[in-house]
């Protein structure tokens, strides 16, 4: 065979080759943009996941602390109430270390955890209670922390709410997030219409 010959032979064959290994790159460029594309999104669930789960926790945490607080506030100004009217005089007396030691971890768990919330209006709420909290156990008067015991309640069952509420969204937002998948099916899967 002379070279004439091969020629055509070669071309077919590079043709040939150039005919598979085109189409065959694009479709491997989309398989490759699909599989990161469906990584990406599942690195983006598992992050809401786990911001869900924080958040979550981190609510149930703040309703605990909150309780306590509430509850050392109350204790605290019963403790006062009853020195009162022993020897008359209001707020001299120290608080017995354990429920000194309750309110203030209480306090300061509520700070911790009242920081990590994302609504800032509820958490001015959670402050203002804390400072209801001050209020009633450092009051001059009994009827000054009556008044700081009362409003502090009114305001702990607007935040125990709200924390419902908060919950509540959280799980919603997991709910719709789980529709959302099984409706679309696979990630980059047309959507039916």
């Not at 909150?66 to 008359?88: D, E, I, P, S, V």
């Not at 209670?129 to 000054?144: G, I, N, R, W």
């Not at 919950?167 to 998948?181: I, P, T, V, Y």
Request: charged share 30%.
């Amino acid at each position: 065979m002379t070279a004439v010959n091969w020629i055509p032979l070669l071309l077919t064959f590079v043709l040939g080759f150039l005919a598979r290994a085109i189409p065959e790159w694009f479709q491997d460029r989309r398989l490759f943009r699909r599989e990161q594309e469906a990584r990406r999104a599942s690195r983006r669930e598992r992050l809401e996941d786990r911001r869900r789960n924080f958040q979550s926790e981190n609510l149930l945490n703040l309703q605990e602390s909150l309780y306590r607080l509430m509850r050392g506030a109350a204790a605290a100004h019963h403790h006062f109430l009853l020195a009162y009217k022993r020897t008359g005089e209001w707020g001299k007396q120290l608080l017995p270390r354990e429920l000194d030691e309750m309110v203030r971890d209480a306090q300061a768990r509520t700070s911790i955890f009242v920081v990590r919330i994302h609504d800032a209006g509820f958490r001015e709420q959670v402050q203002h209670l804390k400072k209801l909290e001050v209020e009633a156990t450092m009051a001059h008067t009994p009827s000054d922390s009556e008044r700081a015991i009362q409003s502090m309640g009114e305001l702990f069952v607007e935040c125990n709410y709200r924390i419902g509420e908060l919950l509540r969204g959280l799980d919603d937002e997991l709910g719709f997030a789980k529709e959302s998948k099984t409706a679309v099916g696979e990630i980059g899967a047309p959507i039916p219409k």
